[in-house]
C-alpha cells in the first residue's frame, strides 16, 4: 500500500478531481506567459509547458495506481 487517501471513491473520482486541478494550475501559470511579449514570453511558455507536463504525469500515474489497486481507499 502506497498511501491511504481515504476521501478517493474510485479512480474515476479522483480523474474529476485532478482535471479540476489541472484546469485550475494551467490558468494561474498562464499568466505569466500573458503578461511577457516577445523571447520573455516564449521562455515562460517554455517553463510553463514543462511543469504542466510533470503536474499531468504525476496525476496519470495517481490515477492509474488508484485504478489498479495499488492504492487503496
Known amino acids: 500500500m502506497l498511501a491511504y487517501l481515504p476521501f478517493l471513491m474510485s479512480a474515476n473520482?479522483?480523474?474529476v478531481i485532478c482535471l479540476i486541478i489541472f484546469l485550475g494550475s494551467t490558468i494561474i501559470f498562464t499568466i505569466p506567459v500573458f503578461a511577457t511579449r516577445g523571447g520573455t514570453q516564449l521562455l515562460w511558455?517554455?517553463?510553463v509547458g514543462f511543469a504542466l507536463t510533470v503536474e499531468l504525469a504525476i496525476m496519470v500515474l495517481l490515477v492509474v495506481l488508484?485504478?489498479?489497486g495499488e492504492i487503496f481507499q
Open 66 to 68: 488508484t485504478s489498479k
Open 45 to 47: 511558455t517554455g517553463v
Open 13 to 15: 473520482s479522483l480523474g
